[in-house]
């Protein structure tokens, strides 16, 4: 692996990193075919303003590929828009290539379709050029066509941008797992040490990171974090203590910190949070657990007042300091307005309408002001130690995963209580 020598772009010679994931309030995943210039300065400004130093955005591949020989000269116009605004901000950014799947549904490319095929059982939703279709798609994993559009892409952005001083992170997904899967670990591998090999032939000196999440910490998806975390330059780790019943409560400190040393245990290297958060009820509202119906299933999620929230995100940061994190990158920048709740995913995934540390009116919830106050502090990354008493088998913490993290955190809760 080619070692970046860029201070600059070196998360280990930095403060500990505080950032956001964003969509815009007002048009969500349709940013990109509605851009708004104003809108972003104004969205940036209030990023800035509380203090976060890196923007995760992702280039939805539905709008950015419309072939797989061309890539949109409107998205490449816009992005470059979105590096200055940041950069004038003193903003960096963390762009995420292939991004698939988000927040539900798959946003897929049309020639990407496969019409004669069902949809994949574990599948959502597939949404291409704004519509619903009942079909399956190509595994951009595995199909040499999609791989060379991916090497298109790569080339197009990371030519065009690598000397842009906003661009910190060069990202290969987003929970790719829940976009598609490969047919083994081996093949992940090897398309990430692929990707990985492709960027570094025309950047030298921007780290690379890949957004994994739990499931492929506790599930055998074709995903293994020590394996794909040895490719690439950082690892980035997405969790929520309301999606896995083995934490200890939906707003569990614990468990977005232990997931971090996890997977900087299993990889070698410390670790970023690139997804954490949770959904909020409306100001004044309890916690509670909703109920309803998505994708056809009855779904029953977690929603905690804005208070509740504000005391788990207080909780969680220093945390994530003691076990040697990276940073914490916030999941994520706003509420959506209403003016979505018709259009995926709000219009099936309820919850994902409230996850913002502003409200859709633009007001700051309690936990942004957390923050706030966090990023004020600004503390330093602590070093990290390769902890063997956590995990030092990956293979043979892959033959049953989610036993051996139920386990390992149960340690790990013991102690952190010490």
């Known amino acids: 692996m080619t070692v970046i020598q860029n201070p600059i772009n070196d998360f280990s010679t930095d403060n500990f990193t505080l950032g956001v994931n964003y969509w815009p309030r007002k048009k969500a995943m349709y940013w990109w075919s509605d851009f708004d210039q104003g809108e972003v300065v104004e969205e940036f400004g209030t990023i800035k303003d509380i203090g976060l130093d890196l923007i995760r955005i992702f280039l939805l591949w539905d709008d950015w590929q419309p072939s797989p020989n061309t890539i949109s000269q409107d998205c490449l116009r816009n992005l470059e828009t979105v590096c200055d605004i940041a950069s004038d901000y003193e903003l960096s950014l963390d762009i995420t290539f292939f991004t698939g799947h988000m927040s539900g ?17 574990d599948i ?19 199909d040499s066509r999609v791989i060379q559009a991916e090497e298109l892409l790569i080339r197009e952005i990371v030519t065009n941008f690598l000397d842009h001083p906003a661009i910190k992170l060069w990202n290969l997904g987003n929970e790719p797992d829940l976009f598609a899967k490969p047919s083994n670990a081996s093949i992940s591998r090897a398309w990430t040490k692929h990707m990985v090999d492709f960027i570094r032939q025309i950047d030298k000196k921007h ?30 780790i997405h969790g929520y203590p309301m999606y896995a019943d083995w934490a200890d409560g939906p707003l569990d400190p614990d468990f977005v910190p232990f997931l971090c040393a996890l997977t900087s245990a299993l990889s070698g290297k410390a670790t970023l949070m690139e997804e954490f958060g949770g959904p909020t009820q409306a100001p004044g509202i309890p916690s509670d657990t909703w109920e309803w119906k998505s994708y056809g299933k009855v779904k029953q999620q977690f929603v905690a007042s804005e208070d509740d929230m504000a005391k788990y995100v207080e909780a ?11 940073g914490a990158v916030i999941w994520c920048f706003a509420d959506y307005s209403a003016n979505l709740y018709k259009r995926p995913p709000c ?44 995990i030092d088998n990956p293979d043979l913490y892959y033959k049953n995963p989610l036993q051996n993290a139920i386990e390992l955190y149960h340690d790990f809760k013991l102690k952190m209580s010490e």
Request: charged fraction near 20%; proline fraction near 9%.
């Open 347 to 390: 219009d099936e995934a309820i919850h994902e309408r409230s996850f913002g540390l502003i409200r859709s009116d633009g007001s700051l919830k309690p936990h942004g002001f957390v923050l706030r106050d966090f990023a004020k502090k600004r503390p330093n990354i602590k070093p990290f130690t390769n902890n063997n008493s956590i």
């Open 316 to 326: 969680v940061l220093p945390r994530l300091v003691e076990v040697g994190a990276l």
């Open 105 to 121: 549904p798959s946003w897929v490319p049309a020639w990407m379709l496969h019409k004669d095929q069902l949809m994949p059982e």
């Open 124 to 142: 959502n939703q597939v949404i291409s050029q704004g519509r619903v279709e009942n079909c399956g798609y190509a595994n951009p994993f595995l």
């Open 207 to 236: 780290p690379i990171t890949f957004g994994l999440h739990v499931p492929n910490l506790t599930e055998e998806n074709g995903f293994h974090v020590n394996d794909i975390f040895s490719e690439v330059d950082i690892p980035a």
